[in-house]
């Protein structure tokens, strides 16, 4: 069974950074388009950053210049690279894999930016 397993949370100051896996098994992963989900606490989840299986990349406005997206095909596994990072930042973040209308999600990891 196809599962996606994200790691890489926690909590860090303000400025701070941190790196977010999301290990994937079980999908022929270099022919999904993934991507980088947050949902905060009374918010609507949200689309962080994607990259498609042909390596396009995209990113939500507010994270644009500090938050980096890859994907490691050889290893099954998308990074999220995050610096720079703001109180608004906080959240719970979801790893996402889609191939039309076939998606799976990770169960979530949360970071917290706090001082």
């Known amino acids: 069974q196809a599962q996606l397993v994200e790691s890489g949370g926690g909590l860090v100051q303000p400025g701070g950074s941190l790196r977010l896996s999301c290990a994937a098994s079980?999908?022929?992963?270099?022919?999904?388009?993934m991507g980088w989900y947050r949902q905060a606490p009374g918010k609507q989840r949200e689309l962080v950053a994607s990259?498609?299986?042909?390596?396009?990349?995209n990113y939500e406005d507010s994270v644009k210049g500090r938050f980096t997206i890859s994907r490691d095909n050889a290893r099954n596994t998308v990074y999220l690279q995050m610096t720079s990072l703001k109180s608004e930042d906080t959240a719970v973040y979801y790893c996402?894999?889609?191939?039309?209308?076939?998606?799976?999600w990770g169960q979530g990891t949360q970071v917290t930016v706090s001082s």
């Open positions: 079980e999908i022929s992963f270099r022919y999904y388009d």
């Open positions: 990259i498609t299986e042909g390596g396009r990349i």
């Open positions: 996402n894999a889609r191939q039309g209308s076939t998606e799976y």
